[in-house]
């Protein structure tokens, strides 16, 4: 279980990363008169992801979820792939990238690296995080929960985003 502490707290890590960066994105997003949409389901999405970390040290100490190396390995890998994805959703929008729904009006959308795949590459990682991190050491309750918890979560943040940059991003 060492080891699983030390990958709970590096992800821990590097959200706090996330944070910083998107602070100073959104600073610079609204020196060029960004507009946030959809503050009230922030605070919900900040709670998810603080309650998926802690419950992923939960689950294994308190249910006595051994570690499969046959489900945690693979589900290890998704989750480095997921990070992987996440910070080339990241340097691809530079300073448009943000935790916050902020968009510049008239800012065109990209269409390079993973955009030029996805519309939204980042909930994908998202996804596959929150479904493959609590199960790289069998904490299945977990990955249950939280992923329908996400699911709802993304179903607003997705309509919030899209309706946001249809209004302020030319066509």
Known sequence: MPWYTLLILAVAAERVAELLVARRNAAWTRARAGV???RGHYPVMVALHTGLLACCLLEPVLADRPFL???????LALAVLA??????????????????V???????LVGAGPYLFLRHPNYLAVVVEVAALPLAHSAWLTATVFTVANAMLLAVRVRCENAALTQAVPA
């Open 83 to 100: 990070q992987a994805l996440r910070w080339w959703c990241i340097t691809t929008l530079g300073p448009y990238w943000n935790t916050r």
């Open 36 to 38: 946030e949409h959809g």
């Open 69 to 75: 190396p046959a489900l945690g390995w693979p589900m």
């Open 102 to 108: 902020i968009v510049v009006p008239g800012a065109r």
